[in-house]
């Protein structure tokens, strides 16, 4: 075994129960290899494991994070699809904020040429997210309106840009004229902030014929005026509940207007669809037409902070941790 650093939850709490320390890391095994990370994005997710509040629940002690980037160190037997030395990505329940993992073959993908490391760990749930929820569930294409709620976040955020990518007009509403100016930034046609205006009057007046669809990975107070602002046959997406509640809708909406509302995890994508926006994705990063924005980044000391941060809502894009 190699000891490397690693931030550790050792209880269930808050993100101040996470500490720094040195952590045994096997070797690889069949189907295995080594990585030694350069750098960790840290997920709203990550927040809800430590505290217990996750749809999961991870036995601790246990090394938070769920996606990371760095470089292959070590291969173990029955690998032939990476070798050492190549960059890849990889993503999981935890283990992540450490400076070096070990993780089946498998579930990892080759970092793209042109694409820094740091890019890469920025570029991994929150737009594979965004991309498939918005190809396969709200079918979004050239000239639709389409409502991204939490869009100064990494789902958000990483929603805007794809969706201007793909010929919609997109409203951004976000919690701060920080986050709006990103959405904004990043092509976003208008931009609502909800806590200073109501949501609902908001978005009848700059969409007046209603939006395609919605984007929701906040919930709360939010969702249901999102919905009211639907055409006809419009579908709303929601892939998670950022804002710490999980709305209730009244139906009568979705009966009334026809609407369709619908839930998005990534196994119930058609594999030919799923096949087809990963390449699409892989594509607009190589190529830079899609940017991450990475809005903070942390050293591995500062694990808590970097939590913090997501945890109370400051994020602006993706919140890094640098393991170098």
Do not use: W
């Amino acid at each position: 075994m190699t000891p490397v650093r690693a931030a550790v939850c050792p209880a269930f709490g808050p993100p101040e129960v996470v500490r720094v320390e040195h952590r045994d890391i096997p070797t690889a095994g069949p189907g295995q290899v080594g990585v030694r990370v350069h750098a960790a994005a840290v997920n709203f997710p990550d927040v809800l494991l430590i505290a217990d509040s996750y749809q999961v629940s991870i036995p601790p002690p246990f090394v938070p994070g769920s996606e990371f980037a760095g470089v292959v160190d070590e291969v173990g037997s029955e690998v032939d699809v990476v070798a050492v030395g190549d960059r890849v990505t990889g993503t999981g329940m935890a283990g992540a904020f450490a400076e070096r993992v070990v993780v089946d073959a498998a579930g990892l993908a080759a970092v793209p040429d042109g694409l820094d490391l740091f890019t890469a760990a920025a570029s991994g749930v929150a737009y594979r997210t965004a991309a498939h929820s918005l190809r396969s569930m709200a079918r979004v294409g050239v000239g639709d309106q389409l409502v991204v709620l939490g869009a100064g976040g990494g789902v958000g955020l990483a929603a805007v840009q794809l969706g201007v990518t793909l010929g919609a007009q997109v409203t951004a509403v976000a919690s701060s004229p920080e986050k709006l100016s990103a959405a904004t930034r990043y092509g976003a046609h208008h931009a609502i902030d909800h806590r200073v205006v109501d949501l609902r009057s908001a978005l009848r007046e700059v969409i007046p014929g209603g939006a395609d669809a919605v984007l929701d990975p906040v919930g709360g107070g939010l969702s249901e005026p999102a919905l009211r602002s639907l055409r006809r046959g419009g579908r709303f997406v929601t892939v998670g509940f950022a804002s710490g509640t999980i709305p209730r809708i009244p139906l009568n909406l979705v009966l009334v207007k026809g609407v369709h509302v619908l839930g998005f995890q990534f196994q119930d994508v058609p594999a030919e669809e799923f096949a087809r926006t990963e390449q699409e994705l892989r594509t607009l990063l190589a190529d830079r037409r899609v940017t991450p924005h990475i809005g903070a980044v942390y050293s591995l000391d500062e694990t808590v902070a970097a939590l913090r941060h997501v945890a109370e809502g400051r994020a602006v894009g993706k919140v890094l941790i640098d393991l170098q």
